[in-house]
């Protein structure tokens, strides 16, 4: 059995959620609260954060690695491009995503010293992709892949961070509610994400 310790309003969590249901897969999602962590994280992450994928003696704590790990194992269906090229732009495109987008939502989160700097540069990086929705479904084309699932917590978690983008990012909140009709990203809330948005 698969097990997922998932914070109940963890973004990166999230993201973990969503790839286990959109492939139908056998697992166990055990809630870890974030304020508290358990001594069982800190024991199986030596960083004490969620996500934590552990299968008999795997243990994995990054998302990305866990979503590609998952991905790899249960092929069907693919999030990750089938072709080496494609993959690798994929990748390329996460590592942008976490360092120009995600590495703010730490911030949001604490909502600390730098939540207003932090809002902005979100605004801003969305801002720049919105064009991308007019063209296409999603963000590499006509396939759900593991870049939608990045940035789908961040979407569902606007109005929580305090975040409007105005009428110009039509496109991409359309995009948005794609994502959110999809039965793996309704089935992968929790009650306190699905609060989050009105």
């Known amino acids: 059995m698969m097990n997922l310790y998932s914070g109940t309003t963890c973004p990166f969590s999230h993201r973990c959620r969503i790839v286990l249901y959109e492939k139908g897969m056998d697992f166990q999602v055990i809630d870890v609260d974030l304020f508290s962590k358990a001594d ?18 795997l243990v994995l704590f990054e998302p990305n690695i866990v979503n590609e790990y998952i991905d790899e194992r249960f092929p069907h269906p693919q999030l990750m491009p089938a072709d ?43 801002t720049e992709i919105v064009p991308i929705f007019s063209k296409q479904k999603y963000m590499l084309g006509d396939e759900f892949s593991m870049l939608d699932v990045a940035i789908a917590p961040l979407l569902w978690r606007l109005d929580h961070y305090g975040i ?35």
């Not at 024991?43 to 008999?56: C, I, M, S, T, Y």
């Not at 080496?84 to 942008?96: E, H, N, S, T």
């Not at 989160?109 to 700097?117: L, V």
């Open 40 to 57: 069982e994280i800190a024991a199986v992450n030596p960083h004490g954060r969620v996500p934590v994928l552990a299968e008999r003696d």
């Open 84 to 126: 080496p090229i494609m993959r690798a732009r994929a990748r390329q495109l996460l590592v942008g995503m976490e360092r120009e987008i995600f590495s703010h939502m730490e911030i949001l989160e604490k909502n600390g010293k730098g939540a207003d700097k932090a809002r902005q540069e979100i605004k801003a990086r969305l």
């Open 164 to 198: 409007d983008l105005g009428k110009a990012a039509a496109p991409l909140m359309k995009y948005a509610e794609r994502i959110f009709s999809r039965p793996g990203f309704i089935e992968a809330l929790t009650p306190s994400e699905k609060a989050m948005r009105k």
